[in-house]
């Protein structure tokens, strides 16, 4: 019933800035969690940041806190992830998910997924 559409991949060197931003369609409660996963070739996907319902309640991965926003547009439904600071490990292909779990973290067991936008940071 959701779908799930990312967009705002693209090749940038270390150092800058890139915005992703997840569309989203079909049916969605307004307590949809949502946010965002990574994953690079031969890896594990790796859980980047999130927000509850509502999007007053964020949170971040270690490795990106400080560096990324995770923001939600309801006028839009549109979830932007805004990437700062990017290093080379950061190449990933970048999932915006969901799911109904109203003030529940976002886990790998959501079950909405995007095909995936692809960040490459170059050194």
């Known amino acids: 019933q959701v779908q799930l559409e990312e967009s705002g991949g693209g090749l940038v060197q270390a150092g800058g800035s890139l915005t992703l931003s997840c569309t989203t369609s079909g049916r969605a409660f307004s307590s949809y969690a949502m946010g965002w996963f990574r994953q690079a070739p031969g890896k594990e996907r790796e859980f980047v940041a999130g927000?509850?319902?509502?999007?007053?309640?964020?949170y971040y991965s270690g490795s990106v806190k400080g560096r990324f926003v995770i923001s939600r547009q309801n006028a839009k439904n549109t979830v932007v992830l805004q990437m700062n600071s990017l290093k080379p490990e950061d190449t990933d292909v970048y999932y915006c998910?969901?799911?109904?779990?109203?003030?529940?973290?976002?886990?790998?067991?959501?079950?909405?997924w995007g095909k995936g936008t692809l960040v490459t940071v170059s050194s």
């Open positions: 998910v969901a799911d109904n779990l109203g003030d529940r973290r976002i886990t790998q067991s959501v079950g909405y």
């Open positions: 927000f509850s319902w509502g999007g007053h309640s964020t």
